[in-house]
């Protein structure tokens, strides 16, 4: 390879591969450079995923956007915000401040640099809030637009999938996040270990009556039931999976296709974004 950016257009995409004079073109000629930042975390994922199945996935959806959108990825720490899971082994938590602090000191020194335009992505729900509040403090702070979009969430798949996530309380290591493990990185799941699996989600049994999107007091009963969720994973899992559902169901065709309309959302994001000018406040 010759040149890693030429005119602005890059043949690398992770920050870390490129170098300075390759970083500097793109910095100069891309007309509208934006930099994807990924987190996910370390933590316990049921007997099947891998530790860092949020930060693998992650990695591997910002790096296909930031191909298709000629844009600078970076994924600046593995661990996330998990305390929830410390009850089970191999979780490795940052602290709320901590991973606010690495969000912002990345989000700083991209923008020392001239980067006026971040995206967040985040693949774990632990961290959305603190992703949330890095985004609002460091707009202000660095004088830097900071989005965290995601989408499409009004698609038949999509639709189907939330349906299924509110039914089965499908959030963590359930069929949805089996089948996109299945989708990215097959080499690190271990379906055998799910040979005698069975339900270990246990909550009072009024509140499982809650979990019925089909209900018409739906709104209501379920922010009942997440009023009266415990704190932490293993207060009401003994396997770490939370879902009812079976993750030997997993599809992983519905994770590719899932995967493929929220990469195209992101990728139409960011081209419009950019034929946008950046607005007073954020210019040097
Ligand atoms: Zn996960």
Known sequence: MRFMSENGKLKRFW?????????????????????????????????HLPLGTDSLGVRAFIHE??????????????????????GFKGTITFSEETLLGVLLDTIGSLAAHGVKRI??????????NIMALAAQIARREFRVMVATPRG?????????????????FEVHSGPRETAYALHYFPELVEMWRLKDWKNTFKVDPKLMEFMDPDRDDYELVSQVFMACLEP?????????????????????????????????????????????????????
């Open 15 to 47: 920050i870390q591969e490129l170098t300075r004079p390759a970083f500097e073109d793109w910095l100069e000629n891309e007309p509208a450079p934006v930099v994807i930042i990924g987190i996910g975390a370390i933590e316990q994922h049921g007997l």
């Open 65 to 86: 956007v930031a191909k298709r959108t000629n844009s600078v990825c970076i994924h600046p720490c593995w661990p996330g915000y998990s305390p929830h899971h410390m």
């Open 119 to 128: 995206v967040l992505i985040n693949h774990h729900g632990g961290n959305s």
């Open 152 to 168: 499409p969430s009004n698609t038949e798949l999509a639709k189907k999938i939330q349906h299924r996530m509110r039914k089965y």
């Open 232 to 284: 932490d994973t293993d207060d009401f899992t003994s396997s770490g999976q939370y879902a009812t559902s079976d993750p030997r169901t997993a599809d992983p065709e519905e994770a590719k296709q899932r995967m493929e309309e929220s990469i195209q959302f992101l990728v139409d994001f960011i081209n419009l974004w950019k034929t946008i000018p950046v607005p007073p406040a954020y210019r040097d």
